[in-house]
């Protein structure tokens, strides 16, 4: 391999590699000399180049470009080491390709108001999904799925009454599933996703409000992202409209749901063994 020529390595502010990234390099008079993409780590190269000086313009779909004078040895060579391509219209998503969420390291967590006066918090110990991110990142993707009779408030009771037709119905709707369709920026770190839910016999468009945390190594060898999304649903949307009204007019059960998910993925189709 040539190891002449502009060489850059393209990557975001997070590290990872932006392998569709491409170097174009005009002289100074505006002239396109060259043109390369980078490769699967991030890295670009032209061919050799007349000694003299460049201009190099690194650029990304999804990204801002970046812009910076080469001087070419006799050699033929240069470079520029690692040029770091911040997201346009705020923070970026981790690497494109598909996410396993990992139930043992995640929540999904349902809190209503009750009497008016606290919270009750129900947890769905069983659930499970995949997040597609796309090289626009607008158009990634989310599917989850969760076991309706595994709702638990920590009341034998109560969890028996939630299971039954008076609230999520699990006999006749056994899953629960929400449809990610794609994102938008809400500023830094903040996503919202637009999706569906499916909910008893009721499909509605639910938005989450995602906030990003980070990737990074887990023990296992693989690769990690977290995430925590929010939204707010109105019970009666959903065909769950039982309640008791007790004396002075006061709803036993709030009318909108707080669902509230705590969410690790792992890079990759499948979960780590172990």
């Known amino acids: 391999?040539?190891?002449?020529?502009?060489?850059?390595?393209?990557?975001?502010?997070?590290?990872?590699?932006?392998h569709h990234a491409v170097i174009?390099?005009?002289?100074?008079?505006?002239?396109?000399?060259?043109?390369?993409?980078?490769?699967?780590?991030?890295?670009?190269?032209?061919?050799?180049?007349?000694?003299?000086?460049?201009?190099?313009?690194?650029?990304?779909?999804?990204?801002m470009p970046s812009v910076s004078t080469a001087m070419v040895g006799q050699a033929g060579a240069a470079d520029l080491g690692?040029?770091?391509?911040?997201?346009?219209?705020?923070?970026e998503?981790?690497?494109?390709?598909?996410?396993?969420?990992?139930?043992?390291?995640?929540?999904?967590?349902?809190?209503?108001?009750?009497?008016?006066?606290?919270?009750?918090?129900?947890?769905?110990?069983?659930?499970?999904g995949s997040i597609q991110v796309a090289e626009h990142v607008e158009h990634s993707r989310v599917a989850a799925e969760i076991k309706a009779a595994?709702?638990?408030?920590?009341?034998?009771?109560?969890?028996?009454?939630?299971?039954?037709?008076?609230?999520?119905?699990?006999e006749r709707f056994p899953l629960i599933t929400y449809t990610g369709t794609h994102v938008a920026s809400a500023g830094a770190d903040r996503w919202t996703v637009h999706g569906e839910l499916s909910l008893k016999d009721v499909r509605r468009p639910v938005e989450l409000d995602l906030h990003y945390?980070?990737?990074?190594?887990?023990?296992w060898g693989g690769t990690r992202a977290?995430?925590?999304?929010?939204?707010?649903?109105?019970?009666s949307d959903f065909s769950i409209t039982y309640n008791q009204i007790l004396s002075g007019g006061i709803a036993a059960i709030g009318t909108t749901l707080r669902v509230e998910l705590d969410?690790?993925?792992?890079?990759?189709?499948r979960l780590p063994q172990g």
């Open 150 to 170: 595994t709702v638990d408030t920590a009341v034998a009771m109560r969890d028996d009454h939630l299971r039954s037709a008076d609230f999520l119905d699990v």
């Open 1 to 18: 391999m040539d190891e002449r020529g502009l060489r850059v390595r393209v990557v975001t502010k997070n590290g990872w590699a932006i």
């Open 93 to 128: 998503l981790p690497p494109p390709g598909p996410w396993t969420i990992d139930p043992a390291h995640s929540s999904v967590v349902v809190t209503a108001r009750h009497l008016g006066l606290s919270s009750v918090h129900a947890r769905f110990t069983e659930f499970g």
């Open 82 to 91: 690692t040029v770091m391509l911040a997201h346009q219209g705020g923070a």
């Open 213 to 219: 945390l980070g990737t990074g190594p887990d023990p």
């Open 263 to 269: 969410i690790q993925a792992v890079q990759g189709e």
């Open 226 to 235: 977290a995430f925590r999304a929010t939204t707010e649903l109105r019970r």
């Open 24 to 63: 174009t390099v005009t002289d100074m008079t505006g002239e396109q000399i060259a043109r390369a993409p980078a490769d699967a780590d991030g890295v670009a190269r032209t061919r050799p180049l007349p000694a003299g000086a460049y201009t190099a313009i690194v650029t990304a779909v999804g990204h």
